[in-house]
């Protein structure tokens, strides 16, 4: 795996996969991990990302696939698969590469993406229907937009003055509770 202006470039004789399945278990695939701060609520509602392939054989075509996976739903055979985009690549494109936008729209799994307060790591699995160094999976300009909720410090202290106030009523009638006896 290489990277060159803003580019991820893969070469097919890298992924030595042909199916999804072949790469989930060859682990062929790129990630990034998103990580609220403390206290931070997250919801996703779009992926975009620039997909495609450059071929510098002049023999034949490849058709290179590329299958968006998330910790939310896991990354093994039976999870679900976000989105899976394909794109047949013309022999002798050289090395300028083709790639096509794309959009998952995040909101079209419920509640999945919503109010979410761990960290979410998304997969880009990486697939094909040959094996050569001069065909090569491009990967560009993904972004993910969504919305945080942070709480407001004003909300927090009146928070922490409620339970320290529950706190010190507490402790107070615990104290007061206690008896002496009487002799």
């Known amino acids: 795996i290489s990277s060159a202006s803003s580019n991820l470039f893969l070469r097919s004789?890298?992924?030595?996969?042909?199916?999804?399945?072949?790469?989930?278990?060859?682990?062929?695939?790129?990630?990034?991990?998103?990580?609220?701060?403390?206290?931070?609520q997250f919801s996703l509602q779009t992926l975009r990302l620039n997909h495609g392939a450059s071929n510098s054989d002049t023999d034949a075509s490849f058709l290179t696939s590329l299958a968006v996976l998330s910790s939310v739903g896991g990354f093994t055979e039976s999870s679900p698969v976000l989105a899976t985009f394909t794109k047949d690549v013309a022999t002798g494109n050289g090395g300028a590469g083709i790639t096509d936008p794309r959009v998952l729209d995040l909101t079209t799994f419920g509640s999945t993406f919503t109010n979410l307060t761990a960290p979410?790591?998304?997969?880009f699995y990486f697939y094909d229907s040959v094996s050569s160094d001069n065909k090569i999976h491009r990967l560009d300009a993904v972004q993910l937009e969504g919305t945080t909720v942070i709480p407001e410090p004003s909300s927090l202290a009146l928070v922490m003055m409620g339970a320290g106030g529950v706190f010190f009523r507490r402790s107070r009638g615990s104290s007061a509770r206690k008896s002496t006896p009487i002799i």
């Open 13 to 40: 004789s890298a992924t030595t996969s042909s199916t999804l399945s072949e790469s989930l278990a060859n682990n062929t695939y790129v990630s990034f991990t998103l990580t609220p701060g403390s206290g931070v």
């Open 120 to 123: 979410v790591e998304f997969r």
